[in-house]
């Protein structure tokens, strides 16, 4: 039987269809990192071939990486280890694209960031969500007499047992969250050992 989520429009593992769940319980969740020069279009290069291959985007998140003029990807999706290397594979014949890998979560520091709204009556009536909000380790940003906003920075399975925990109480009015930030844990960031060998070669020729 298939595993059931507390909310599955929320915790991100099933987008609602418990078929969707059984057969993610039989694949892996990748974190497939891109860089890339930062190039127009090319975002929807990539997800096409997602597309293609029938794989769904779990999260996805851009920004600018560590070396100038590089942007950096970083995607998660349910699949086998055979169908993350296609993905890398084809993503890297993009003319623009440095370089693509696909991780598992062993080997990758992974953080997300989500933010609640609840609503403060009911958080002054129940102490209990209080008590939940400080044993996840989280912090309450800002509070009127309507509602309260806690942040939350964390793993996945950290930030949906917060949110699990409170909306069993009823008293969410707002909630998001995030797509994954990681760094791998090599010593150096591997687009520079490419570039630098990359480099090497040229200047060999």
């Given at each position: ?5 507390n ?16 057969q993610?319980?039989q694949?892996?969740l ?13 975002l ?7 597309t293609r291959?029938q794989?769904?985007?779990?999260s996805?998140n851009?920004?600018?990486s560590?070396t100038?003029g ?5 995607i ?5 280890e055979e ?25 990758i ?5 989500s933010?609640?709204k609840?609503s403060?009556?009911?958080m002054l009536e129940?102490a ?8 996840h380790?989280a912090?309450?940003?800002e509070?009127?007499p309507?509602y309260?906003t806690?942040?939350k ?12 925990s409170?909306?069993?109480?009823g ?6 969250r995030?797509g994954?930030?990681c760094i ?7 687009l520079?050992?490419?570039?630098t060998?990359r ?5 060999q020729?």
């Amino acid at each position: 039987m298939a595993e059931q989520h507390n909310d599955c429009n929320t915790c991100g593992k099933c987008n609602g269809a418990q078929a969707n769940c059984t057969q993610q319980e039989q694949q892996t969740l990748y974190t497939i990192l891109i860089y890339s020069e930062n190039i127009a279009g090319l975002l929807s290069q990539i997800t096409a071939v997602f597309t293609r291959r029938q794989v769904n985007i779990e999260s996805l998140n851009v920004c600018a990486s560590s070396t100038p003029g590089v942007h950096k990807y970083t995607i998660t999706c349910y699949c086998d280890e055979e169908m993350a290397k296609m993905l890398t594979k084809q993503i890297e014949k993009k003319i623009d694209v440095l370089q693509a890998n696909y991780f598992t979560d062993d080997e990758i520091f992974i953080l997300e960031t989500s933010l609640l709204k609840i609503s403060t009556p009911k958080m002054l009536e129940d102490a209990t969500v209080s008590k939940i909000v400080r044993l996840h380790d989280a912090r309450i940003v800002e509070v009127n007499p309507t509602y309260a906003t806690i942040e939350k920075t964390g793993i996945t399975e950290d930030i949906l047992s917060l949110y699990n925990s409170l909306n069993e109480l009823g008293v969410i009015l707002q909630f998001v969250r995030s797509g994954r930030i990681c760094i791998t844990k090599s010593y150096v960031e591997l687009l520079d050992e490419y570039l630098t060998e990359r480099e090497r070669k040229r200047l060999q020729h």
